[in-house]
Every structure is written in structure tokens, then in C-alpha cells.
């Protein structure tokens, strides 16, 4: 299959050009800047290489697996019709995507040191875990929620920037009166819930269903799944952080 | 024999994260949907190489760039290489002091974002949408130059130790009034990039060099200071895409509006 292979070649040059900008940068300042020689050059090459073959080998299976499934799926729901099990579906994919993130278990880690630094809860093992798993439930359930908004949109055709511009006011309203400690982290943790496998899912998803739906256009309704769910973490963590 | 022990171990937690998915998928596919998927075996085919591609990618990280990374972000933050020789250190430094900081912070948080997975995907999926109207690496860079400027901006905030949310709500009103005015085909687009910015690749070492910069510069807590990088990389993507269509329309408008002033039949040049 020389056609699979040249294509497959195509696709590892990308990742090679992708990947030049972070090694001259750090190639830059390790030299110029820090005036060192680098420490550990033998692993550095094969990390290297292997983050190539990686991001070659994601890349061939988006445009094989993540975006036809995303995309089939959607149209298998808009034939089938029923809008109960489209949000089901929608909650479902957003909760139990962001429940396991490893990005999201360590911020809820250190979040939980914070607070007890903070004296918001008792410092001590226990306190200290409950309070972590639950800023994790909290946000996985502001992702589900989140990407069944998200969804509902989409089918409803209500535009995007009025429901995200309210929600940031709503985020705007509750910082005065969140406490100081959970700022940073609520605000930090819109940004880590969106991993790398959901993100081509939920957009094939998206684009998909607009695709599908008449009177819709996938430019315009299709993307906006991934801004809810970098929004609402904000609102629900500082709830937390409010209501604990 | 460790190094073996390492791939486990990374193979196991990508398994672990892979697992709800897949689980969700074909548990509605099977369930709720009841139809064969198109193309089952070409999908799996696919579904493999995201999860191999995705263990690879992360060891590699893990083996090469990130403690790189992690270790450089010490050093440009420690006080010997800030005060370089000077034995009075002052209690309360000037912000020009930490210019290095800067440049790493806006070159790291572009180059990362150019090689970040998910921004990929997206634009893969917005040139297809647009019929090449938003090209992939137009839009890569665009979200770059925002990340690489909001962590710029973010370092400067923990070195003077402003407070985070009027930097944010400031952001956040740039872009109610960009969102007025951007093309309305953009919008969405926009607001999505922030959030497919900071992910594997960029959290990481943006994290480090936060709480790096929070724990060496007088005054500061890493805890309360050391978060919120993190949200400066997804808020300034939003305002850089929106103000890259605007230019580009801004643009194409100037161009149409050329050849009339001149007198010219318009569409004659080119």
C-alpha cells in the first residue's frame, strides 16, 4: 500500500515541523540564555522521537476513528430522533471524560492543599481527599452539563454568544464573593477539563449534529461545545468553593 | 528494567483515560442507537492508533521535553540567575528584572500550543468546515500568538502581583466588544480555541513555571499566586482569533473598496 505509506510519511514530517518550535526554544535558551550543555541528551533524542511517532500516529487515527465516530454518532441520533437519549449521551461523554483526567486529579490535589492552607477545611488526610474528590465529581458534572447545554443549542439553533456571554457575567457576579483561595484554581480548571481524545470527539459531535439538523450551520453551530465546557468549571467550582 | 516499568505504567493510565470513552461509545452505540457503525473495522483501526499515538506521545514528554522544561523553568526563575552576582537582593525587585522570564513564557506557551494535539484536531476540523476559509495553520498560529502573550502577560502578574480577576474581567470585556463586531462565523470558532489550548502539552510546563516564578519572587505564595496561567492561556486565544478575522475582513473590505476609489472596475486587479 505505497499510497497508505506516503500519506503516512506526509502526516510524520507534519509532526516533525510541529515539534521544531519547542526544541529550538529550549534549545535557545539552554545554550544563549542558561549557558548549559544539556543533560540527559540520550533521552532527550528518543523522547523526541517517540513524541513524533506519537503525534503522527494521533493524527492518522483522528481522520480514521475519532471523527468518523464522532460524526456517525451524531447523524445515528438526529435520524433516530429522540432528544432524551441525545442529552443522556451528551452528559455522559462530558462527565465521564473529565472524572478520569489526570490534568484535572492533580489541580484537585493541590487545590485540596490550598483550602487547607486557607483554613477552609481541617487540615488533615481525610478532609483533604474528600475535599479533592469532590471538587473532581463537581467539575466532571459541570462538563456534562456543560456539553448537554451544548448540545441542546445546537439542536435549538440559539446562538452561542448571548449563553456564554451571560455565563462569564455570571462568573464576573460570584469572584467578589468567592473565596480568595479557590480564584485561581476555578479559574484555572475551564482550561483543564477539555483532554486531548474528547476535544475531536466532542467537535465531530458538533459539527456533525449541525450538519444534520436542517437550518443549521456547522461554522456557526456546529463549534462552541468546547467553550461551554471551559466555562461552566469556573461557575460550579466556585459554587463549591462558596457552598464548602 | 525500569524504563519497562515506566511504559506500563504509561500504557496503563492511557488505557485508563481511553477506557469511559470507549465504554460510553459503545455502550450507546450497542444500546441506545442499535446500529452498526460505517466502516467498523477502519474506525477501530483508528481508534488504535489515537491510543497508541497517545502512550507514545506522553512518554515522550515525560522522557525528554518535560523535565527540559520543568528544570529551565527553575533556573530562569531561581534568584542567582535574576540577581546574577549581586549579594543585596531587594526585597520588592523591579518587574524589568525578569526579562528572560518573558521570552521563555511567550515562547514556550507558542510553541507548545503549535504542537498541542487538540488544537490540531480542531483546525483539521474548522478548515474542513469553512471550505478552507479558516486554513489550519492560520488559525494554529493565531491561538499561539494569543497563548504566547497571555502567559507573557500572566508571568508579569505574579511578578507584580496584581490580582488575577481584574485581569480576567478586563479580557473578558475585550471580548464582549470583539464579539460584537468580529464576523458572526468566527465567533464560535473563537471561543472554542480557548479551551482546546491548554492541554497536554502546555499544562504542564506552564504550571511549572508558575509556581516556579510564585515560590522564588519575594511576597509571593505559590498557592495563591501560582494558579492562574493556566486561565490567561485560554482567555487571550478567544481575542487573538477573533481579531485575526478581523483584520483579515478588515482586509478583503479595503481591497474591494481600492479599485472604486481609483475609479477602476472593481475585480479588474488580481
Known amino acids: 500500500m505505497p499510497k497508505q505509506l506516503s500519506s503516512f510519511w506526509n502526516v510524520l514530517k507534519e509532526s516533525l515541523r510541529d515539534l521544531a518550535p519547542i526544541l529550538l526554544v529550549i534549545a535557545f535558551f539552554q545554550f544563549v540564555v542558561v549557558k548549559a550543555p544539556i543533560p540527559d541528551l540520550g533521552s532527550l533524542i528518543v523522547g523526541t522521537l517517540l513524541v513524533v511517532m506519537g503525534l503522527t500516529l494521533f493524527v492518522r487515527g483522528l481522520e480514521l476513528g475519532l471523527f468518523p465516530i464522532g460524526e456517525a454518532m451524531a447523524y445515528a441520533f438526529a435520524r433516530k430522533g429522540s432528544l432524551f437519549w441525545l442529552l443522556l449521551f451528551a452528559f455522559a461523554l462530558g462527565f465521564a471524560t473529565t472524572i478520569a483526567e489526570p490534568a484535572l486529579i492533580a489541580v484537585a490535589d493541590e487545590a485540596a492543599q490550598v483550602a487547607a492552607e486557607g483554613k477552609l477545611i481541617a487540615d488533615g488526610e481525610a478532609a483533604r481527599a474528600g475535599y479533592a474528590l469532590g471538587l473532581r465529581v463537581t467539575v466532571a458534572v459541570s462538563v456534562g452539563f456543560a456539553i448537554l447545554i451544548g448540545v441542546l443549542r445546537i439542536v435549538k439553533g440559539w446562538p452561542l454568544h448571548y449563553l456564554i456571554i451571560a455565563g462569564y457575567l455570571g462568573v464576573l457576579v460570584m469572584t467578589p464573593f468567592a473565596p480568595r483561595e479557590i480564584i485561581g484554581i476555578a479559574y484555572d480548571s475551564g482550561g483543564v477539563t477539555t483532554s486531548t481524545i474528547t476535544v475531536p470527539l466532542v467537535t465531530a459531535l458538533g459539527v456533525g449534529l449541525a450538519m444534520s439538523i436542517k437550518g443549521r450551520n456547522p461554522m456557526v453551530d456546529g463549534f462552541g461545545l468546547i467553550a461551554f465546557a471551559s466555562l461552566t468549571p469556573i461557575i460550579f467550582v466556585m459554587a463549591y468553593g462558596m457552598i464548602i | ?270
Open chain 2, 1 to 270: 528494567m525500569s524504563q519497562l516499568h515506566d511504559w506500563l505504567g504509561v500504557f496503563l493510565a492511557t488505557i485508563r483515560d481511553v477506557l469511559p470513552i470507549v465504554g460510553i461509545l459503545f455502550g450507546f452505540q450497542v444500546l441506545v442507537l442499535r446500529q452498526p457503525l460505517p466502516n467498523l473495522r477502519r474506525a477501530l483501526t483508528g481508534f488504535f492508533y489515537v491510543f497508541l499515538g497517545m502512550a507514545l506521545f506522553l512518554e515522550g514528554l515525560e522522557q525528554a521535553l518535560f523535565p527540559l522544561g520543568k528544570l529551565m523553568a527553575h533556573q530562569l526563575t531561581a534568584p542567582e540567575f535574576i540577581f546574577e552576582g549581586e549579594l543585596a537582593r531587594a526585597a520588592n525587585p523591579a518587574w524589568t528584572r525578569y526579562f528572560w522570564v518573558y521570552c521563555f513564557a511567550a515562547l514556550i506557551g507558542f510553541s507548545t500550543t503549535i504542537a498541542e494535539p487538540s488544537l490540531i484536531a480542531v483546525a483539521m476540523k474548522a478548515e474542513e468546515v469553512s471550505g478552507g476559509a479558516v486554513s489550519v495553520w492560520g488559525l494554529r498560529v493565531a491561538v499561539a500568538l494569543g497563548v504566547a502573550f497571555g502567559i507573557a502577560l500572566g508571568t508579569l502578574r505574579i511578578i507584580t502581583g496584581t490580582p488575577l480577576e481584574y485581569y480576567i474581567i478586563a479580557g473578558y470585556v475585550v471580548v464582549v466588544i470583539q464579539t460584537m463586531f468580529a464576523p458572526r462565523i468566527i465567533v464560535p470558532l473563537a471561543y472554542d480555541s480557548g479551551g482546546v489550548t491548554t492541554s497536554t502539552v502546555t499544562v504542564p510546563l506552564v504550571t511549572a513555571l508558575g509556581l516556579g516564578l510564585a515560590s522564588t519572587v519575594p511576597g509571593r505564595s505559590p498557592m495563591l499566586d501560582g494558579f492562574g496561567l493556566i486561565a490567561f492561556a485560554s482567555l487571550f486565544p478567544i481575542i487573538a482569533v477573533m481579531g485575526y478575522a478581523q483584520l483579515s475582513q478588515w482586509r478583503v473590505r479595503r481591497q474591494r473598496a481600492k479599485p472604486d476609489e481609483k475609479g477602476q472596475q472593481p475585480g479588474r486587479e488580481e
